[in-house]
Antibody
Framework: EVQLLESGGGLVQPGGSLRLSCAASGFTFSSYAMSWVRQAPGKGLEWVSAISGSGGSTYYADSVKGRFTISRDNSKNTLYLQMNSLRAEDTAVYYCAKDPYDYIWGSYRSYWGQGTLVTVSS | EIVLTQSPGTLSLSPGERATLSCRAS???????LAWYQQKPGQAPRLLIYGASSRATGIPDRFSGSGSGTDFTLTISRLEPEDFAVYYCQQYGSSPPNTFGGGTKVEIK
């Protein structure tokens, strides 16, 4: 059974940093692309970042480019999202998601974690 | 960037009724690379449909997807109490970003 468990969310001041983690199990982690998708309170879904199975290819939405860094440790079956220079508009639930294959440029999200809330406020 | 417009914003129906949700793209979605997700309050989204019409693992056959080009439809043949939720479409046929629609809420009438 695929399981994705996010952690690392919390309250941070504008301009601050936070690192999210996603522990994966139930599948061969290194064989699949992974994504982060966020949802602001009461709003829709936004695909934030994605990374290939090897970690060699990455994608960032324009809204986070230059501030967020996605990475993975295949030896630990863990996905990360380093978030710097946080803004109030980054406040959202951040979901870790497994893609159905190892291709980040066009895919859907086949499994989702339960999400972790990031609140950016002074 | 392809923009997806979902309609209606809210659909008020009774259990047992048929629900028809629309997702319209601003440009043609190549190879019918369109997915549908269901999200219940306080829960993560769940994949229902991919490739416009293929049901994901474990999804009941009362859920069906159809369409191509710019017009796609999610149909729930007979609404069960657990189907009242928000539904999102997402296209993945073009270069990133793989955009989501704004969602349709299916509520109990």
């Amino acid at each position: 059974e695929v399981q994705l468990l996010e952690s690392g969310g919390g309250l941070v001041q504008p301009g601050g940093s936070l690192r999210l983690s996603c522990a994966a199990s139930g599948f061969t982690f290194s064989s699949y692309a992974m994504s982060w998708v966020r949802q602001a309170p009461g709003k829709g879904l936004e695909w934030v970042s994605a990374i290939s199975g090897s970690g060699g290819s990455t994608y960032y939405a324009d809204s986070v480019k230059g501030r967020f860094t996605i990475s993975r440790d295949n030896s630990k079956n863990t996905l990360y999202l380093q978030m710097n220079s946080l803004r109030a508009e980054d406040t959202a639930v951040y979901y870790c998601a497994k893609d159905p294959y190892d291709y980040i440029w066009g895919s859907y999200r086949s499994y989702w974690g339960q999400g972790t809330l990031v609140t950016v406020s002074s | 960037e392809i923009v997806l417009t979902q309609s209606p914003g809210t659909l008020s129906l009774s259990p047992g009724e048929r629900a028809t949700l629309s997702c319209r793209a601003s440009q043609s979605v190549s190879s019918s690379y369109l997915a549908w997700y269901q999200q219940k309050p306080g829960q993560a989204p769940r994949l229902l449909i991919y490739g416009a019409s293929s049901r994901a693992t474990g999804i009941p056959d009362r859920f069906s997807g159809s369409g191509s080009g710019t017009d796609f439809t999610l149909t729930i043949s007979r609404l069960e109490p657990e189907d009242f939720a928000v539904y999102y479409c997402q296209q993945y046929g073009s270069s990133p970003p793989n955009t989501f629609g704004g969602g349709t809420k299916v509520e109990i009438k």
